[in-house]
C-alpha cells in the first residue's frame, strides 16, 4: 500500500483545511460559471496555487510534484469541484509556459499565477475536435512583428475568466503553442455551454490575433509534445479528484446509512446497503493506491510514465461514478433531492470521465500499448 510521506502529509492538511472553510458556499460555486468570490479568496490566501508553479517563479518546488497536486485535488474536490478547478487550472493552463516559454514571459505572467493574481487557461478543443488534437484548425503564422493566430477554440475551462490563454494551433506541417493575453485584439470570447455540472467554460475566436514572437511556447512547429507533457503531468491529478470525489459521496451515504432507521434497525445493517457500502470503501481505496503511486512516478518521468497516469485516471474517474451511483442508491429517495451534496457530487462526478482523456479513448492508447508490449 502507498503511503504519503509527512510532507505530502502536511500538504494534505492544508488542502483539507481550505476544503473545510468553502463547505458552507461549495453548494453556491458549484452552480457558478464565473469565478466564485469567496472560493477564490480562500484558495488565494491559503498559497497553494505555489504548488502548480516552479520555485524560480514562485513557486513551492523546484520540479512540480504530481503527488503534492493530486493530494491537494482531492482534498479540494471533497468539498468543490469550483475550488478543485479553480486550482487544477492554475497549473494546467500554465504548465506549456513554465516548460517552453521564454525567460521574460515566464517572470511576466508565472509570479501572478502562483500567487492567483492572473489566472491560467489552456485553449487545445474546437468545435470538431476533442480527444483527436492532431486535428486541429487553428492556425499560426510568423508575420512581420509577431505571431498571428487564426480559428476557433471551444470548451476551454477558464473561458472567459482566464488572463492568459496557451494555444495550440496548426503551422505548416507541425504544431505551435503561443501564448495570448485574454485582451488581445482579435480575440472574443463567448459563454460555453450549459454543462449538468456547472462550470466556467468559453468558446474563444481568434480573428487575426497578433501577439509578439516572444510569446511562442516551444519550438515553433514542434510543440505537441509540450502539449503532451502537460496532459502526462496533469492527468493524474485529475484521479486525485475523482478520488476526492468518491470519498466524499462515500462519507455522506455512511452517515445517512449509520443514523436512518428502517425495519427497526439503522440501513446500515441491511446486508445490500452494507455490502455496497463497504465495496464502494475497497475502490475508493483501491483508486488512491493507484493514483498516488502514478503521481509519484510521473513527477521522476511523466511521459515515460504516461500510461500509469492514465491507467489511475480510469481507475479513479470510473470508480467515482460507480462510488456515487451506489451512495446514492443507499440513500434512497433523500439521494434525488435537488440541492443535496449527494446529488452534487453525482452531477460532478460523470464529467470526470471525460475531459483530459476520455475513458474509451484512454483504454484504447492503453490496449495499443499493451499489444504492442505483448508482440
Partial sequence: MFDLSPHHRKIQELARAVAAQVEDIADEADSFVRVHPGVAAALRDSGLTRYVVPAAYGGEDEILDPLSIA??????????????????????????????????????????????????????????????????????????????????????????????????????????????????????VRPGADLIAPHILGELHFDDVHVPEGNRLGVPGKAFSLMLQTLAVFRVTVAGSAVGLAQAALDVALRHATTREQFGRPLIGLGAVSQNLALSWVEVESARAVTYRAASLARRDPLGHLDYSSIAKVSATEAAGRVVDRSMQAMGRFGLVRGSKIERLYRNARPLRVYEGATEVLLDSLARRLAKGAS
Fill in 71 to 188: 493530494v491537494v485535488r482531492e482534498a479540494l474536490m471533497y468539498s468543490s469541484a469550483h475550488l478543485d478547478s479553480l486550482f487544477g487550472m492554475q497549473g494546467v493552463g500554465s504548465y506549456s509556459l513554465a516548460v517552453g516559454g521564454a525567460e521574460e514571459l515566464k517572470r511576466d505572467w508565472l509570479p501572478r499565477v502562483a500567487r492567483l493574481e492572473a489566472i491560467a487557461g489552456l485553449a487545445l478543443t474546437e468545435p470538431d475536435v476533442g480527444s483527436d488534437l492532431r486535428g486541429v484548425t487553428t492556425t499560426v503564422e510568423s508575420r512581420p512583428g509577431g505571431v498571428r493566430v487564426n480559428g476557433r477554440k471551444s470548451f476551454i475551462t477558464n473561458g472567459g475568466a482566464a488572463d492568459f490563454y496557451c494555444v495550440l494551433g496548426r503551422e505548416g506541417e507541425g504544431y505551435s503553442m503561443v501564448l495570448v493575453p485574454a485582451d488581445a485584439p482579435g480575440l472574443t
